[in-house]
């Protein structure tokens, strides 16, 4: 698409926008219901396709088709990311009512973070075409350590804090307790940090490694900046609320990582594809509406399979602690009927 600044000013004025009323309607501690979550979920949801229609309209088909597939996957992506938010938001004891705030600065940092990978990754790809190589078996190594990962069930891991943040920790010092959404107190004539600054460092820092395979994924989808900002600053957008509308069916999302292993496998080949057809070399090129095809596919199938094999585990555990008591209370009844010596 040929953007021109003005057209860039004004997405990132509506975007800055979106995020003021979101913070204004989020900026009072409570505890989010899932009612107001589905409700601010599908907000935003609405306000994606909505984008994607008008690219629609003024652009055409294929980078409507690049932002939907981008949006998708980034989406992904961040649900997978959510795993990790849970693990910090329990290490650092964050109170429920704080959590939402923890999440609204969190997403923003990772705007700003996004927004200067982005642009990095252009300034890379226009001067240097053998990037893509590069990118390409970037998400392949990713997609192998994913499905590693999941074998091991590092999810289900403590939360370790990064040697930066634990830097930051030493040099300033950290309250021993929350103190309301404050980031800065005094403690003993020394301004220190409180766990709600921290933890909120936590998330702005992890994301930076998550970036690092969903910028080359959506570069392997889409060349063009504006949609490659777009389709993250809208997937990231409804990360706060999605945390509270799924956070109780993340355990049962299984075989998550195994569904975005094949989604960054693929693109990661697409990437190499795309290098080979740039170097010369003839090679048959994966079309958008075949990427989004594939990717929404592997989504939903991954989604039904998890959900499918959580019921079953489920049912075996259920089976398993009825046959317990089960046992249990035909023990208790031999030991009862046993006559006692006197």
């Not at 409570?30 to 949801?45: C, M, Q």
């Not at 300034?123 to 350590?145: D, N, P, Q």
């Not at 960054?264 to 290098?275: E, P």
């Not at 602690?321 to 089960?326: A, C, I, N, V, Y």
Request: hydrophobic share 50%; proline share 3%.
């Amino acid at each position: 698409m040929n953007v021109s600044l003005t057209t860039w000013l004004l997405t990132v004025v509506a975007l800055c926008v979106l995020v003021a009323v979101d913070f204004f309607i989020g900026r009072k501690p409570h505890d989010v219901s899932i009612k107001e979550a589905g409700i601010w979920s599908a907000v935003w949801i609405a306000l994606a396709v909505a984008f994607g229609l008008g690219v629609l309209a003024v652009g055409g088909g294929k980078p409507a088709g690049e932002f939907f597939a981008g949006f998708i996957t980034e989406k992904s992506l961040s649900v997978d990311n959510l795993f990790v938010f849970v693990l910090i938001m329990a290490k650092f004891a964050v109170p429920s009512q704080y959590q939402q705030r923890v999440l609204m600065v969190g997403v923003l940092m990772a705007l700003v973070l996004r927004a200067i990978f982005i642009a990095a990754g252009a300034a890379i790809i226009s001067s240097f075409s053998w990037v893509f190589y590069i990118f390409g078996a970037f998400l392949i190594y990713t997609a192998w350590k994913l499905v590693e990962d999941a074998r091991k069930g590092s999810h289900e891991e403590e939360y370790e804090e990064n040697k930066l943040l634990k830097a930051v920790e030493k040099r300033f010092g950290v309250a021993d307790r929350y103190h309301g959404t404050k980031l800065w107190i005094e403690e003993n004539g020394k301004r220190v940090m409180t766990p709600m600054l921290v933890v909120m460092l936590a998330i702005g820092s992890t994301d930076v490694l998550f970036a690092l395979d969903s910028i080359p994924a959506i570069y392997g989808l889409t060349q063009d900046p504006y949609i490659v900002f777009t389709a993250n600053a809208f997937a990231l957008m409804g990360l706060r609320q999605l945390y509270f509308l799924i956070g109780g069916l993340l355990k049962k999302l299984v075989h998550l990582s195994y569904g975005l292993s094949i989604i960054l496998g693929f693109i990661g080949v697409k990437l190499v594809l795309h290098a080979l057809h740039e170097s010369g070399v003839h090679v048959p090129e994966i079309s958008i509406p075949f990427s989004l095809g594939f990717i929404v596919l592997v989504l939903a199938v991954t989604t039904v399979t998890s959900l499918w094999a959580s019921k079953r585990q489920q049912e075996a555990e259920a089976a398993a602690t009825s046959e317990t008591e089960t046992a249990h209370g035909e023990s208790t009844g031999d030991d009862e009927s046993t006559p006692q010596r006197v």
